[in-house]
């Protein structure tokens, strides 16, 4: 019985995963858009979120061996997307980089509506939150 449950739960975690590379891919297409990059492409978006996320984990692993701060990680991370963006639509570090943060801002506003509707829908009288709320004080 347990087991039905880990496996469903490892089919949904895989599911997400696909599902937030390939909209962090839109979102970084449209941040390649917006900053007037030629080669741009949606496959291209794919393999670049998916090699950077996989660069992003170097400097993560930096942030928590060395104890860096959790902005350094970010801004590590990014110029790491930025450089995977570079590197695959063949262009210059500031249109990259604009690119990078136009894709994670809008991944990220979109995630924060989701989990918002999420919120809402599993606790429409708020009960919850307050509970929640009021516990952590």
Known sequence: MYQVGYIFGMILALVAIVAAVLLSAAFLLF?????EI???SYSGAVYSTILGSLG????TALVLLFDAGDLAGFILALHME???VMLIFKTTFGKAYGAAVLGWMGFNATIL??????????DPTGAL?????????
């Open 82 to 84: 930025a450089f995977a």
């Open 113 to 122: 509506v989701i989990a918002m509707a999420i919120l809402l829908i599993a």
């Open 56 to 59: 992003s984990i170097v400097p």
């Open 38 to 40: 030629e080669s741009r």
């Open 129 to 137: 939150t307050a509970e929640i709320l009021s516990a952590r004080q």
């Open 31 to 35: 941040g390649a858009r917006m900053c």
